[in-house]
């Protein structure tokens, strides 16, 4: 597998594949000038993404050596340019994607001399200096991306968005080790306790695995205590699928699909009574939301719009009174009412703020495109009368 960055140099290459000169050269991307734009992508006129998964090590992404550090293209200058880049073309909203965000950085900070060894810290310091970058989101699976350094840098920097995303697995340490991750249950309620220490009001998000094989209702049961404790705002939760195969452990150790169920139902129910008390908190404070779309409440009689509060929330709106609100546009809100999933807000707009989002709101068609993260390639098809 190659990284999608070299996509539009292997058209002409699968039959050199055993070539190793040529595989070389396909690692190294130095003379690609454009290689280290390509991760910045635009899904809508209002927020952008940024991602470093092209930029982790070997077996991550792509199995393949680490490329040199000249065919990096993810330096923090590199990575600056790309949110400016954005902005420039009327984002408001910018989320650095990929996991080990904050380990990357550093190995760029390393290999391109740069003069701070934390370049995650320096590109969040950074983008407080970006005009017209309203929110900054850091999306990171691993926890040793948020060092203190970096935690005190979310809390201090305006526009940097108090949602954070720790992945939690499993609340057993014997099931962490079995999973080969290198933080056990102590380390992760430390980072916990170290985030909402320097921002209270941060939405923490996690990801949590059952039927792991060889999870005991004792492991389970160390999981569930972990979620009650921690009480996320929200939980992505998987089933661990059964595999079959030479290199996959016993069928003794295998947890079956009715286990599983009943745990993952359980740790469901948990979750989203969280989340409601969660979002039952925030009934009657006023918070600012991003709007994202409109919602079908035909049932209603009345005209819905959703949108994004900063931490991260979605939010059912309904402007009864005040001017027109259109995707991208800043309001100011006050919640009326609570969901698991959701907050509501039907008392009308509070606060109005245009932005150059809004105003660029509408339809784009682009003819052929195709999304592998090169360049847009436009494919013009023939007329009819020309076949």
């Known amino acids: 597998m190659v990284p999608t960055t070299h996509v539009i140099r292997t058209h002409g290459g699968l039959k050199n594949l055993n070539n190793s000169d040529y595989l070389a050269d396909l690692l190294d991307a130095s003379h690609v000038p454009w290689a280290s734009t390509l991760s910045a992508r635009r899904p809508s006129s209002y927020a952008g993404r940024v991602s470093v998964r092209e930029r982790h090590n070997a077996g991550t992404v792509f199995d393949a050596p680490l490329p040199s550090a000249g ?16 902005v420039e073309r009327g984002v408001l909203e910018v989320t650095l994607l990929g996991r080990n965000v904050g380990s990357r950085a550093a190995h760029c900070a390393e290999h391109c001399e740069s003069s701070s060894r934390s370049a995650l810290l320096d590109l969040l310091r950074a983008c407080r200096t970006i005009e017209g970058l309203e929110r900054v989101r850091l999306v990171s699976a691993d926890l040793a991306d948020f060092t203190d350094e970096v935690v005190e840098a979310m809390a201090a920097t305006p526009n940097i968005c108090p949602q954070v995303h720790l992945s939690l697995r499993s609340g057993s340490d014997r099931v962490l080790a079995d999973m080969r991750r290198a933080y056990r249950r102590a380390d992760f309620v430390r980072c916990v306790e170290k985030v909402r220490a320097a921002m209270p009001y941060a939405s923490i998000s996690t990801d949590v695995i059952v039927g792991f094989p060889g999870e005991s209702e004792a492991d389970f049961q160390q999981t569930l205590s972990l979620v009650r404790e921690v009480r996320f705002a929200t939980a992505f939760t998987y089933r661990y699928a059964i595999r079959s195969g030479p290199t996959t452990v016993a069928a003794c150790d295998q947890v079956t699909r009715a286990v599983a169920r009943e745990r993952m139902a359980r740790l469901t129910a948990a979750q989203e009574q969280i989340s409601l008390e969660g ?15 409109g919602l079908d409440k035909s049932d209603t009689g009345s005209r819905w719009m959703c949108g994004r509060t900063r931490d991260g929330r979605l939010a059912h709106l309904q402007p009864a009174r005040g001017g027109p609100i259109r995707v991208g546009e800043i309001v100011t809100v006050q919640i009326t009412g609570a969901a698991q999933h959701h907050v509501v807000a039907d008392a ?6 245009h932005s150059r989002a809004s105003g660029s709101y509408g339809p784009r068609t682009v003819p052929g495109k195709f999304g592998l993260g090169v360049p847009v390639i436009e494919v013009r098809f023939p007329q009819r009368a020309e076949l």
């Open 348 to 353: 009308g707009v509070r606060g109005h703020c």
């Open 71 to 86: 065919a990096l293209g993810g330096c923090p200058g590199d990575m600056l340019a790309e949110v400016c880049a954005l």
């Open 279 to 293: 979002n039952q908190a925030l009934l009657g404070s006023t918070v600012e939301l991003l709007v994202t779309g």
